[in-house]
């Protein structure tokens, strides 16, 4: 039986990766507003006539229009959509990173609401004055709450509310596991993290304490392969830049 063609006209975009295809074309991964993350070939997009090659760029806003039938669709049409996010060293890392973990958490055309916008969020305080560890550690948390996997940080396992003196081991799973002290085996974390990393605006200092905690909670779901952009951390930290980068992407 013949798919039934998909199609979409203008729809709010970002570009998450590309690659080359054949002699002239690219495979695009796209984060739309709509129909959730993509795949499209951009035909003759880098073929020396091309207009679209200048667009089809991470962190720039755009319109697109595509055509599918199977898991890949064909771009008819791209247009910009605003000004690019201009991101620069750490934060341009930060901004591959949080394309990576969409790429890794996000299914093809499984829409998933509010998502768009939280990208958008985040590449806004990337290229404006939030601490990057701030930015990065509410886009985790968010994102893993819009997915259905949200994080348990009212209560905890034995149902009374945590204490911000007291600590906990967490699991992601289970929620906050009363212990004896910062020294108890496993992942181990103060109440006032966890409460602090339930607050919807972040303080740097929790978004700092909290970067192993989501490191373990976003570990079931990205696999166990490396990230990519870990090794571009590694770098930027050698040169002397404040280690606050991703919770999946430095030992």
């Not at 599918?68 to 991101?87: D, K, N, T, Y």
Request: some cysteine.
């Amino acid at each position: 039986m013949t798919a039934t063609p998909r199609e979409a006209a203008l729809e709010p975009g970002f570009i998450l990766h590309t690659r080359a295809y054949r002699d002239t074309s690219l495979l695009l991964e796209v984060l739309s507003r709509g129909h959730g993350r993509v795949g499209l070939v951009a035909r003759g997009a880098r073929s020396r006539r091309s207009r679209t090659a200048g667009l089809l760029q991470a962190f720039q806003p755009l319109a697109l229009s595509w055509r599918s039938r199977g898991e890949m669709g064909s771009l008819r049409q791209v247009e910009s959509a605003g000004r690019p996010f201009m991101l620069k060293g750490r934060r341009l890392v930060s901004g591959l990173y949080i394309n990576e973990l969409l790429m890794r958490l996000l299914g093809r055309e499984d829409p998933h609401p509010g998502v768009f916008e939280h990208y958008l969020n985040c590449l806004e305080a990337l290229a404006e004055a939030v601490p990057e560890a701030v930015a990065l550690r509410g886009f985790e948390r968010d994102l893993l709450g819009l997915l259905g996997y949200g994080l348990p940080l009212a209560r905890d396992t034995e149902d009374a509310p945590l204490v911000a003196s007291r600590w906990y081991r967490y699991d992601p799973g289970r929620g906050a596991i009363p212990v004896a002290g910062p020294d108890a085996p496993g992942q181990v974390v103060s109440g006032e993290t966890l409460l602090g990393l339930a607050r919807p605006t972040l303080t740097e200092a929790t978004a700092r304490a909290s970067r192993d905690l989501m490191r373990a909670a976003l570990e079931p779901h990205i696999g166990n392969r490396p990230l990519k952009t870990r090794e571009l951390y590694g770098r930027t930290t050698a040169r002397g830049d404040p280690d606050h980068g991703p919770s999946s992407g430095q030992s």
